[in-house]
């Protein structure tokens, strides 16, 4: 995944800049991921700037311990590095970076004022994938053999395994996919990294799975209603009197 990364400059300070990057914006629960802050003026020798970081929710409301540090002293363009720890809960959140603080210009001292960098991330679930694997010779050394697995069409870099077999020839890879992934039908499997140097059976075998439950209540109601209509008819039908039922013949009409 490609890094994230904000360059803007500072309101006032014609040669100042701030930034917040990140190598990724989707994290598991629970899961540690560092990100970059800098700040720079290239116009001022003389600054005391400092920085404040928190992690907030979508109702705004601050995660305790989620960043640290939270708060320290900047020197203009040395970066520091902030670690964020995705909530237990999964959701979307963000990292809010506050500036503060002076430089030094014509011997008078001007304020920054206060300046705000938004770094927006998502807290997911790992969702694992695995496969069975079994080797028709156990006794195949596997020292160094190694897999990738595939999603969607795609590569998960990070997800490049290698496995061993028990003493019957039989064993599993899996792989925690973390991802901002949309609902509905995917699609997964696990291919060789070392090509077909070894007969393994269970690989290049394609795998459904679905994400977000299906909702059939409007399909069940549906039926449901359909099945009432069918029994109400049937029960109208078998027990409607028939016009002529015990008549004489001569008297039907």
């Given at each position: 995944m490609a890094a994230a990364f904000v360059l803007l400059p500072v309101s006032g300070a014609d040669?100042?800049?701030?930034?917040?990057?990140?190598?990724?914006?989707?994290?598991a629960v629970d899961e540690d991921a560092d990100f970059t802050i800098i700040y720079t003026d290239s116009d001022h020798d003389v600054m005391d700037v400092?920085?404040?970081?928190?992690?907030?929710?979508?109702?705004?409301?601050?995660?305790?311990?989620?960043?640290?540090?939270?708060?320290?002293?900047v020197d203009s363009g040395v970066p520091t590095t902030l670690t964020v720890t995705a909530p237990s809960d999964a959701g979307r959140y963000t990292i809010v970076v506050t500036y503060t603080g002076t430089y030094e210009e014509g011997g008078t001292?001007?304020?920054?004022?206060?300046?705000v960098d938004r770094f927006d991330i998502k807290?997911?679930?790992?969702?694992?994938?695995?496969?069975?694997?079994?080797?028709?010779?156990?006794n195949v050394n596997l020292s160094g053999y190694g897999v990738y697995f595939w999603v969607d069409g795609e590569r998960m870099e990070d997800s490049y395994t290698t496995f061993n077999v028990s003493s019957d020839g039989t064993?599993?890879?899996?792989?925690?996919?973390?991802?901002?992934?949309?609902?509905?039908?995917?699609?997964?499997?696990v291919?060789?990294?070392?090509?077909?140097?070894?007969?393994?059976?269970?690989?290049?075998?394609?795998?459904?799975?679905?994400?977000?439950?299906?909702?059939?209540s409007v399909y069940i109601a549906l039926a449901v209603l359909f099945l009432i209509i069918v029994i109400i008819a049937l029960v109208w039908v078998y027990r409607k009197p028939v016009k002529n039922f015990g008549k004489p013949k001569s008297r039907r009409k």
């Amino acid at each position: 995944m490609a890094a994230a990364f904000v360059l803007l400059p500072v309101s006032g300070a014609d040669g100042a800049y701030h930034s917040i990057s990140g190598e990724k914006s989707v994290i598991a629960v629970d899961e540690d991921a560092d990100f970059t802050i800098i700040y720079t003026d290239s116009d001022h020798d003389v600054m005391d700037v400092s920085f404040s970081a928190k992690l907030v929710n979508s109702k705004g409301d601050t995660m305790t311990g989620a960043v640290y540090p939270t708060t320290g002293e900047v020197d203009s363009g040395v970066p520091t590095t902030l670690t964020v720890t995705a909530p237990s809960d999964a959701g979307r959140y963000t990292i809010v970076v506050t500036y503060t603080g002076t430089y030094e210009e014509g011997g008078t001292e001007v304020d920054i004022g206060e300046i705000v960098d938004r770094f927006d991330i998502k807290a997911v679930k790992p969702i694992t994938l695995s496969v069975d694997v079994s080797l028709k010779d156990p006794n195949v050394n596997l020292s160094g053999y190694g897999v990738y697995f595939w999603v969607d069409g795609e590569r998960m870099e990070d997800s490049y395994t290698t496995f061993n077999v028990s003493s019957d020839g039989t064993g599993s890879v899996s792989y925690d996919w973390i991802a901002d992934a949309s609902k509905g039908k995917h699609v997964f499997w696990v291919e060789s990294a070392n090509g077909g140097v070894v007969d393994v059976k269970g690989l290049d075998q394609k795998h459904d799975f679905y994400i977000g439950d299906e909702d059939y209540s409007v399909y069940i109601a549906l039926a449901v209603l359909f099945l009432i209509i069918v029994i109400i008819a049937l029960v109208w039908v078998y027990r409607k009197p028939v016009k002529n039922f015990g008549k004489p013949k001569s008297r039907r009409k």
